[in-house]
């Protein structure tokens, strides 16, 4: 392990960071709330142990291998959430436990949504924008960003892409990566404008235009409300809450093909995208006909209204919140929990075991009736009309059978902290897939859980951010030997 190019990287990366820490200042200055002191702490923290990382070994030239990629993705996503957590700590209006800010910062990052906080409409707008800001940076992954910058400043990029893209999903749309990494984030950015915008058109106000498109886009579910989305009570604003969600869980390489060769159809033509726009819209019918059947709205319109939009939002893994779909009919909020478990496209910032590996899996169990009804057949499967390779079937059950393993364990081991049931299978999903908003006990926000169980949700969310395999690498005998 080659110990000198991690340091440096991360090193690195921590400067890069720091640069971040200087929005909410200037938000701070408009609003005169007094809370610039603690950011400029956190940006002279950040900064300096960015320099002592970076400075020891900033002439090594070591070639830059996956696992010190592996190693630096992990890493420095831990490390990252400990210097975002510094505001909430040094903030006088929140009075935060470590626990409760590091959870608060890692859920930002990973895009999870899950809040300890409560009383957001009377929390200095510097600390509700700093919070919105960390979701729209670990949207598309702040690594990513780190390939399109590192290259101009002697660090190679190309492991550390893989690491933190351990999908099957996720193609090098350029030849070379750190004109991929520019390439994504130019259509995130351009998303990004146009939603705030669009929520600005639609009536919110100039800041919460700009924090709902943050968080919208990363398919993250903060808000600047306690009452989420549902504190407009506006068909407008939940309409473009419905199409940025939408567009943010398609795989942004398919954004890419369908901008590059200025055709929508190219959309279509794609089998992830058509398997999840019938998904949606399954999950759409479904809500809302069972809300109109059970007379839970009064019309067959406002059932469509909350049945779409929380349909839309569980689905893509967001988490915003229209209503307390908590109090709906005890079918729906699991299955709308459940629905969040295949979550979006790969290769968007969705969370979840995304469409395609369950189109994969559900195809291999097609596959599999068939061979025992004919013995001798050869069927393949495909994708997009090409046979998909063994190794990348091999990979996606390999995928789900960690998932599978990871959930039970951390579910059982909120269980051991005193959650019941319910809250403890909710936590964990919500969790795991990156989605925030949870059943039980954790229905209104994570602040009454125990410290032990904010920590293992907080390695949870980390979890489902890197897609499990990078960090379950990290952890495994074989990565350490030398």
């Known amino acids: 392990m080659q110990f000198s190019i991690v340091f440096k990287t991360i090193g690195l990366l921590l400067m890069v960071f720091s640069l971040t820490q200087l929005p909410p200042i200037v938000v701070d200055m408009i609003y005169q709330q007094q809370e610039a002191f603690s950011f400029v702490i956190a940006f002279t923290l950040t900064l300096i142990s960015g320099l002592l990382l970076y400075l020891p ?44 800010a590091f959870f608060e910062s890692m859920s930002g990052l990973t895009t999870t949504g899950a809040t300890v906080l409560s009383g957001l409409d009377d929390l200095p707008k510097a600390i509700l924008y700093y919070r919105q800001q960390l979701q729209w940076l670990g949207g598309m992954g702040i690594i990513v960003l780190a390939v399109a910058i590192l290259p101009m400043l002697g660090v190679g990029g190309m492991e550390l892409y893989h690491a933190e893209s351990s999908g099957i999903s996720k193609d090098r749309l350029t030849p070379k990566l750190a004109q991929t990494a520019k390439a994504l984030w130019k259509i995130y950015l351009s998303f990004t404008i146009i939603c705030a915008v669009a929520y600005y058109w639609a009536g919110m106000s100039a800041f919460d235009a700009i924090g709902h498109s943050y968080s919208t886009v990363a398919i993250g579910g903060f808000s600047t409300h306690d009452l989420s989305i549902g504190y407009f ?80 939002s569980m689905a893509t893994t967001t988490g915003f919140i229209s209503t307390n779909f908590s109090l709906w009919p005890l079918i729906l909020p699991v299955l709308l929990i459940f629905a969040s478990f295949v979550g979006a496209c790969a290769g968007s910032t969705g969370g979840g075991i995304k469409i395609v590996r369950a189109l994969l899996m559900f195809k291999l169990a097609m596959k599999e009736i068939k061979k025992f009804i004919h013995p001798n057949a050869q069927i393949n ?82 979890l489902g951010r890197l897609e499990i395999l990078t960090l379950m690498a990290l952890l495994h005998k074989a990565f350490w030997r030398f």
């Open 57 to 100: 070994f900033r002439n090594s030239t070591k070639d830059f291998r996956i696992r010190e990629g592996v190693l630096v993705v992990v890493s420095f996503w831990f490390v990252l959430s400990l210097f975002a957590a510094t505001p909430f700590l040094l903030s006088n209006s929140l009075d935060m436990a470590f626990s409760d």
């Open 233 to 312: 009570d506006s068909v407008m604003i939940e309409s473009v809450a419905i199409v940025f969600m939408f567009l943010a869980g398609v795989n942004f390489s398919l954004h890419f093909f369908v901008w590059r060769k200025k055709n929508v159809f190219e959309f279509f033509k794609d089998s992830e995208f058509k398997t999840y726009l019938t998904f949606l819209a399954t999950m759409t019918i479904v809500t809302t006909f069972y809300l109109w059947n059970a007379e839970y709205y009064q019309s067959i319109e406002g059932s469509f209204r909350q049945g779409i939009f929380q349909s839309v």
């Open 381 to 462: 499967i495909k994708l997009n009309q090409r046979s998909v390779a063994e190794s990348t079937l091999v990979s996606v059950w390999g995928f789900f059978s960690l998932y599978v393993i990871a959930f039970i364990f951390i579910m059982i081991a909120l269980m051991f902290t005193g959650m019941d049931q319910v809250t403890s299978f909710s936590a964990t999903a919500a969790s795991m897939n990156n989605l925030g908003p949870g059943l039980g006990d954790v229905s209104q926000n994570y602040g009454s859980i125990s410290e032990s169980a904010k920590w293992i949700l907080s390695f949870s969310m980390l």
